[in-house]
């Protein structure tokens, strides 16, 4: 189902190589798992079952998760009047509205397709922002339901969910004999372990780079069908700027969710690079939205 924001080439290449490299990792991880001689059927099963649960509740764990609540036109007609009036210029189906009871000024859509999806901002966020502002995050937000990219981050995060289950499992279970029953070698479950530890690393490495990517791809499709650049760079810097007053451990509560969220919820002292952020650095945010601003401007 197509849409009036942006389209997004880089995106929609970064998805499908994202996708193919962590399918070869994830065939690469299984036939390891075979080669060595484990019982991987009622594991990969059980992954399976894990997989298709995230995908296809995906949106109502999330809201779980972050204590949302939906909400209706007549508890928030305002938050519902901006969203109508989003998605009638994008052309694309209304998604559910919810709520958070939250300090954190944030926001966030999740759902794996546009008619099964949901967006959901704090009560924070709703005391700080302006209007226009508050419209700005919201394209943001309706852009990656859009560009289907949450769908395929609830994808693409399957192996390192796979991974770490294979690695409990390795701990757990009888998979710490030796090889050659016994004769000596590396204990099978040690390899397990090892060969796990290095595919969760590299999916997650995978998963941060999109998620970077695709965040820099909302703010500009969504600056784009507002027309307003500037309010979305002002909501930028005002919710980055008041997330030195939140609580720290409020924030680090938030920050499972970061890959999610119109902007990362990071604790005093913590750094971008430390953690692989899923963000891209504001800084740069703000520069391509100027750039936008001064293209409207010419046009």
């Known amino acids: 189902m197509s849409s009036r924001f942006a389209s997004d080439s880089g995106l929609t290449r970064r998805m499908v190589m994202t996708m ?13 798992l075979i080669a060595l001689g484990v019982q ?7 992954a399976g079952v894990v997989l ?34 989003l998605c009638a210029m994008a052309d694309m189906p209304k998604p559910r509205v919810a709520i958070a009871d939250s300090d954190v000024p944030n926001a966030f859509a999740t759902g794996r397709n546009q008619k099964k999806s949901v ?9 700080r922002l302006e209007p226009q502002e508050l419209e700005g ?22 192996l390192g969910i796979l991974a770490g289950l294979m690695t409990r499992v390795a701990l757990y279970t009888g998979l710490g004999s030796r090889r ?12 397990i372990m090892l060969v796990s530890i290095v595919v969760y690393a590299v999916s997650f490495l995978l998963t941060r780079a999109l998620s970077r990517y695709r965040e820099l791809a909302a703010d500009r499709a969504g600056a784009l069908l507002t027309q307003r650049p500037s309010a979305m760079a002002s909501a930028l810097v005002k919710i980055s700027g008041d997330m030195a007053r939140i609580p720290t451990r409020d924030l ?6 970061n890959a999610f969220y119109f902007a990362p919820a990071l604790a005093p002292g913590a750094t971008v690079a430390g953690l692989f952020s899923t963000h891209p650095p504001l800084n740069r945010r703000l520069e391509q939205l100027a750039k936008i601003s001064a293209q409207l401007g010419r046009g």
């Open 119 to 127: 967006v959901c901002v704090t009560t924070g966020i709703l005391r």
């Open 180 to 191: 050659d029953n016994g004769q000596g070698g590396l204990p099978i479950g040690l390899i």
């Open 252 to 257: 680090r509560e938030a920050e499972p969710f």
């Open 20 to 32: 193919f490299l962590l399918g070869l990792l994830y065939v690469v991880f299984v036939g390891v």
């Open 137 to 158: 995050v919201l394209a943001h937000e309706l852009s990656h339901v859009a560009h289907r990219d949450v769908a395929v981050m609830t994808i693409a995060s399957f």
């Open 52 to 85: 298709l649960v995230q995908y296809f509740l995906s949106d109502r764990i999330a809201l779980f998760a972050m204590g949302g609540r939906e909400v209706s036109p007549q508890q928030a007609p305002e938050l519902h009047g901006m969203i109508d009036r």
């Open 40 to 46: 991987a059927v009622t594991v990969l099963l059980i």
